[in-house]
């Protein structure tokens, strides 16, 4: 069976005006305009679906999703659940990968593979990143190099916690180390082998990226820190780093009234890094969802654990485009093209032919309507029309 999508309103992230898009076996198989009666056979093989009205963009891909459940932080009680397949299709998510947070104790890494490949068999794309905030880290295999070559989804180690009261303080030679391995085993395995880490509120910010960059062989862009919007300050930092040829993650979500901290929504920070002359291509976004979030009040006190929503991604790359910070096509980048391109995800992030057919569609209000995961239609009027298992 093909599907073809007619007067798609298409941003592959590029903008390509009104197209037709033909599907089959979960890949874009065509990019055109075509008629109805593309084949004599038409109604029997193609099903023909209009999207006049609809902006047609890719899939978005979250590479930062507690997908088994993080936090932990307020003791047992306070470890949230596993990730629902429709929290993801509903924020727009097609691919995610799935990583391990400051527990790398009651979580496993064989409970992680093991959820990406559930949320895959459901429909979507995962990968994994190796790895919990501490060194020596958690690895499926005993080694770093291992699970990049061996193991099909894990493309990278994070998160890895520098800066942070709740790192293992790893000096610069435990650093480096990590970084000469997961070099290798990138290498070794085809995959980008990065190492995703998770920057704190500690005193040294990137300090420590700067020193390993300065002071070994690996190049910048072995390393990529993420929730560098977090203090005024560290955002700073990141800037510089960007401007070094490394990549940075921003963290959906935060808010200034937040954590007290001087935190850095990412409509601003990306406002920021225009200012300072960075490199957009070298800008993601991740939502840091499902893992738990302390909602304080205006006083700054504690009034409740939640936990993160992996629909502050989409919320956020929304306020970029209305707000007009950067045109659609750059703000979609920053969770479809970039991020594929830093992780090496074949077949994602960009519709073309060849790719897979991961898409979502949005009204003129930008609100997610329709969602398709390799070619299946998981969301339809903006509600998930397929559940994963033991959802309601
Ligand atoms: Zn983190």
């Not at 304080?296 to 919320?315: A, M, P, R």
């Not at 929304?318 to 659609?328: A, M, P, Q, V």
Request: aromatic content about 4%; proline content about 3%.
């Amino acid at each position: 069976m093909l599907t073809l999508i007619k007067n798609a309103h298409l941003f592959t992230p590029k903008k390509q005006g009104i197209k037709d898009l033909l599907l089959g076996a979960g890949k874009i198989i065509g990019i055109g305009e075509y008629e109805n009666d593309l084949h004599p056979l038409n109604s029997l093989i193609v099903k023909i679906m209009d999207a006049e009205g609809y902006y047609v963009t890719p899939g978005f891909i979250d590479q930062h999703v507690h997908i088994t459940g993080g936090g932990g932080e307020q003791g047992p009680a306070s470890r949230t659940p596993e990730i629902m397949l429709s929290q993801l299709t509903t924020a727009g998510i097609t691919t995610v990968v799935g990583l391990l947070g400051v527990d790398g104790i009651t979580r496993s890494m064989a409970g992680l593979h093991a959820k990406a490949r559930a949320l895959e068999l459901e429909g979507l794309s995962t990968f994994i990143y190796s790895g919990a905030y501490e060194l020596p880290t958690r690895t499926l295999t005993g080694s770093i190099r291992g699970d990049l070559v061996l193991i099909n989804k894990v493309i990278g180690f994070g998160e890895i916690a520098i800066s942070d009261h709740r790192s293992t303080q790893p000096t610069l030679e435990m650093l480096a180390k990590l970084g000469a391995e997961a070099r290798v085993g990138g290498m070794l395995g085809g995959k980008a082998g990065i190492i995703h880490l998770h920057v704190g509120e500690g005193k040294k910010g990137l300090t420590p990226l700067f020193d390993l960059i300065e002071n070994t062989d690996l190049p910048i862009s072995q390393f990529v820190p993420t929730h560098v919007n977090r203090i005024d300050w560290l955002l700073k930092q990141a800037c510089q780093y960007n401007l070094q040829g490394g990549m940075i993650d921003l963290t959906a979500g935060i808010y200034p009234q937040s954590d007290g901290v001087h935190a850095v929504d990412v409509p601003s920070a990306i406002e920021r890094l225009i200012k300072v002359g960075a490199s957009m291509n070298r800008v993601t976004v991740s939502s840091d969802g499902n893992g738990s979030m302390p909602r304080f009040d205006n006083k700054g006190e504690l009034v409740s654990v939640g936990v993160g929503s992996v629909e502050v991604l989409w919320q956020d790359i929304r306020k970029i485009i209305t707000n007009k910070l950067l045109s659609f096509e750059d703000a979609l980048s920053l969770i479809t093209s970039n991020v594929a391109k830093q992780l090496r995800l074949e077949n994602k992030g960009e519709i073309k032919v060849g790719n897979d057919a991961d898409l979502v569609f949005l009204d003129k209000d930008l609100n997610i309507k329709m969602v398709m995961a390799k070619g299946r239609t998981m969301l339809q009027e903006g509600k998930a029309i397929v559940k994963g298992a033991y959802e309601a």
